[in-house]
C-alpha cells in the first residue's frame, strides 16, 4: 500500500518568513495530493490539493508542488502570519473517492509574532 | 446536511465496555471513511466504504473493531471490549465519487468524536 513520508515534524519560523513541508510517496500511481491544515481541537481542513498532471499550483499565499519522478511533493507558505499556526497533514491517493487517503504524519508549525 | 455530522462528541467509557460512534456524511457522498488520531499524532485509516462495494478493513487495528454502513449513508463504528490505547479521536470523512477519469474529490471531515476509555 502507499507510505507518505511527511518533514519537518514541527517548524517554527517568523512572522513574514517562509515555510516549507516536504512530503515522499511510494505509490507511482497516487495520482491526487492534498493538504490539510488542523487547527487545534478542530476538525482537518482542506486547504490545497493538486493532481499528478500538474505541476504546481497556487493560491494567493500558498502553493504546491509536485515532481513524479521523485515521487515528493511541497507545501510552500510565503509571508506567514499567526493564524497559519496549525498542524499540516500531506496525504496521497489513488483517485480518492475510489481509495481511502492515506496520510503523512504531520507538521507542527510555529508562526512567531 | 451541510456537513459530516458525528455523534457523540465526546464518549468517556469504562474499559472493558463497547461502543458505538456514529457518522452521517453529506448528502450525496457515497464514499465514507473512519480515520483514528490518537492525542497529538497523525491521522490512522481504519476504514473505507464506497456505495454497495465490499468495504476495504485494511485499516482496522484489531477484531474489536468493526463498521457497517446502512442504507449506504449512516456509519456506525463499533469499539468491543474498549481499552485505554483506544482513546482517541475517532473522524469520520465522507467524499463524492469522482468521475471516470478525475483524479480525486475533497475529503471533507466531521469535528469527529473524542473518546477516553478510563
Known amino acids: 500500500g502507499e507510505n507518505v513520508e511527511q518533514h519537518p515534524s514541527t517548524l517554527s519560523v517568523q512572522e513574514g518568513d517562509s515555510a516549507v513541508i516536504k512530503c515522499t510517496y511510494s505509490?507511482?500511481?497516487?495520482?491526487?495530493f492534498p493538504w490539510y491544515k488542523q487547527e487545534l481541537g478542530k476538525r482537518p481542513q482542506l486547504i490545497i490539493d493538486?493532481?499528478?498532471?500538474?505541476g504546481e499550483k497556487k493560491d494567493q499565499r500558498i502553493a504546491v508542488t509536485l515532481n513524479k519522478t521523485a515521487k515528493h511533493f511541497s507545501l510552500h507558505i510565503t509571508e506567514t502570519q499567526p493564524e497559519d499556526s496549525a498542524v499540516y497533514f500531506c496525504?496521497?491517493?489513488?483517485?480518492?473517492?475510489?481509495?481511502?487517503?492515506?496520510f503523512g504524519s504531520g507538521t507542527r508549525l510555529q508562526v512567531q509574532p | 446536511g451541510a456537513g459530516v455530522s458525528q455523534s457523540p462528541s465526546n464518549k468517556v467509557t469504562e474499559k472493558g465496555k463497547d461502543v458505538e460512534l456514529r457518522c452521517d456524511p453529506i448528502?450525496?457522498?457515497?464514499?465514507l471513511y473512519w480515520y483514528r488520531q490518537s492525542l497529538g499524532q497523525g491521522l490512522e485509516f481504519l476504514i473505507y466504504?464506497?456505495?454497495?462495494?465490499?468495504?476495504?478493513k485494511s485499516g482496522l487495528p484489531s477484531d474489536r473493531f468493526s463498521a457497517e454502513r446502512t442504507g449506504g449513508s449512516v456509519s456506525t463504528l463499533t469499539i468491543q471490549r474498549t481499552q485505554q490505547e483506544d482513546s482517541a479521536v475517532y473522524l469520520c470523512?465522507?467524499?463524492?465519487?469522482?468521475?471516470?477519469?478525475?483524479?480525486?474529490?475533497?475529503?471533507?471531515f466531521g469535528e469527529g468524536s473524542w473518546l477516553t476509555v478510563v
Open positions: 496525504a496521497a491517493s489513488v483517485d480518492t473517492g475510489r481509495r481511502a487517503l492515506t
Open positions: 505509490d507511482s500511481a497516487s495520482n491526487y
Open positions: 493538486i493532481r499528478s498532471n500538474v
Open positions: 470523512a465522507s467524499s463524492a465519487i469522482p468521475r471516470l477519469g478525475y483524479s480525486g474529490n475533497t475529503i471533507y
Open positions: 448528502s450525496g457522498h457515497t464514499a
Open positions: 466504504f464506497q456505495g454497495n462495494s465490499a468495504p476495504d
